[in-house]
C-alpha cells in the first residue's frame, strides 16, 4: 500500500493464509529449497489471488512450478530439436533416475539412450543452494556415487565458455560466464569430481575446473537469431517471462546447446536489467487494463511508483502483486527505490 510512511518491509508467516495479512502491493518472493515448502507457499499465494482477482501475477504459479523440477524442465528441452531443428539447437541426451537402482540395468539404459560418459549428475530440485551441487561421472563403477532422484546428462565438451540468456519479457541478454573445461570422451578410471556450480560460473568465479589444459580456438559466439528463436520458443511453452537458460557451443559441431532452464536468475551482469523489468511490468498492467478496463481494487499511480521521474501521464492500475524469486532483488529494489514510498513484504 502507499502511505506517508518510508518504505516498510513486513515480515509474513508463510505456514498461515496471507489474506488476513495483506493486503500488499507487492510481493517479492524467494523460492524455498523445498519443494514441499514452495508447494505450500504456492497454496497461500494462490489462496491469496483467489481472494483478490484485481491482483497480477507477472508468471503463472503452475509454469514456475515445473521449473523447479528438472525432471519438467529437461522433458521441454528435449523437445527443442525437432521445434527448432532449422537453427542447430539441441539438448544432450539425458536420463531420470528416480531411485536406487541395480547399477547394470541403469548402464543398460544409458546406452539405449545414447548417452555417454563422461556424465553430469544434477539434483532433481532445480532451485536452492542444494541445487548447485553436481558431479561428473567418468565411469559404470562411479555410478553409486549418484544420490536419487537427479539427472544425469552427456556431457558436451564446450572450451569452458558458458552462455547464460537472460529473459525479461520480450527482451533478452546473452552474457558469458566460465565453465567446465573439456574431459576425453568415453569411460575411464578417474574419479567422480564433485562441484558447486555457483563457484565454477559466477562472473568472479576462479577454479581448477575451468582451467583448459590444452589451447583451446575461439569459439563462435551463439547466433543472435538462434538465441532470439529459442527464447521465443521457451516463452511459448513454458509461459513466462522472467527465466534463464544455460547454453554451451559444442566444439565439435558448433551447435547451440541447451543445458538447463532456471527459474528466475540472478540477472548478474544484465545491462539496464532494473529497467528492462519496469517496462515488462508496465507492459502486463497495460494489458491487463486494456482487457478489463472496469477492474477495481487498491490503485495507485505506476508511474508515480515505477519512474525515477515521475511521468507526466499517469495511469491508474489494479493491486499489483509481484512474483520474484531472488532475495537481491529486494536490496535492488530497496537501492533504486530508497526516497520513494512504498508498503512491502518477502518471504
Not at 523447479?68 to 536420463?95: E, G, Q, T, V
Not at 499517469?314 to 493491486?319: A, K, L, T
Request: charged share 15%.
Amino acid at each position: 500500500m502507499i502511505s506517508d510512511n518510508a518504505l516498510v518491509e513486513v515480515s509474513i508467516d508463510l505456514t498461515q493464509p496471507l489474506v488476513p495479512q495483506g493486503p500488499f502491493d507487492i510481493i517479492v518472493h524467494k523460492l524455498s529449497d523445498v519443494i514441499v515448502e514452495f508447494s505450500l507457499c504456492v497454496f497461500h499465494v494462490q489462496s491469496y489471488v483467489s481472494a483478490h482477482p484485481s491482483t497480477i501475477l507477472l508468471d503463472p504459479l503452475p509454469a514456475m512450478t515445473q521449473l523447479l523440477d528438472r525432471f519438467a524442465s529437461y522433458r521441454i528441452m528435449s523437445k527443442l530439436h525437432n521445434s527448432l531443428r532449422d537453427w542447430r539447437i539441441c539438448s544432450p541426451p539425458y536420463l531420470e533416475i528416480h531411485s536406487a537402482t541395480d547399477l547394470t540395468s541403469i548402464q543398460q539404459t544409458l546406452a539405449a539412450q545414447n548417452l555417454s560418459f563422461p556424465l553430469i549428475c544434477k539434483t532433481r530440485v532445480a532451485h536452492g543452494s542444494l541445487s548447485h551441487e553436481m558431479s561428473l561421472i567418468f565411469s559404470v563403477g562411479s555410478l553409486a556415487d549418484i544420490h536419487p532422484p537427479c539427472v544425469l546428462q552427456s556431457f558436451v565438451n564446450h572450451g569452458a565458455v558458458l552462455h547464460k540468456v537472460f529473459v525479461v519479457g520480450d527482451r533478452h541478454y546473452c552474457v558469458e560466464r566460465p565453465s567446465l573445461k573439456n574431459f576425453p570422451s568415453g569411460p575411464c578410471d578417474r574419479e567422480t569430481i564433485f562441484f558447486n556450480s555457483h563457484q565454477v560460473s559466477k562472473p568472479e568465479s576462479s577454479s581448477d575446473l575451468t582451467a583448459l589444459d590444452e589451447e583451446m580456438p575461439c569459439l563462435p559466439p551463439p547466433s543472435f537469431e538462434a538465441v532470439a528463436a529459442l527464447v521465443r520458443e521457451l516463452r511459448a511453452q513454458l509461459g513466462m517471462a522472467l527465466f534463464g537458460v544455460d547454453i554451451i557451443i559444442n566444439i565439435h559441431t558448433h551447435t547451440l546447446t541447451v543445458i538447463d532452464i532456471n527459474i528466475f536468475p540472478g540477472y548478474e551482469g544484465v545491462p539496464q536489467f532494473f529497467s528492462s523489468l519496469l517496462s515488462h511490468i508496465k507492459s502486463v498492467l497495460d494489458k491487463h487494463t486494456s482487457a478489463e478496463p472496469q477492474a477495481t481494487g487498491s490503485a495507485y499511480c505506476l508511474n508515480c511508483l515505477l519512474c525515477p521521474v515521475c511521468h507526466p501521464h499517469h495511469r491508474h492500475f489494479p493491486q499489483l502483486c509481484l512474483l520474484v524469486c531472488r532475495i537481491n532483488f529486494v536490496e535492488t529494489f530497496l537501492h533504486f527505490y530508497r526516497k520513494r514510498k512504498l508498503q512491502y513484504i518477502h518471504f
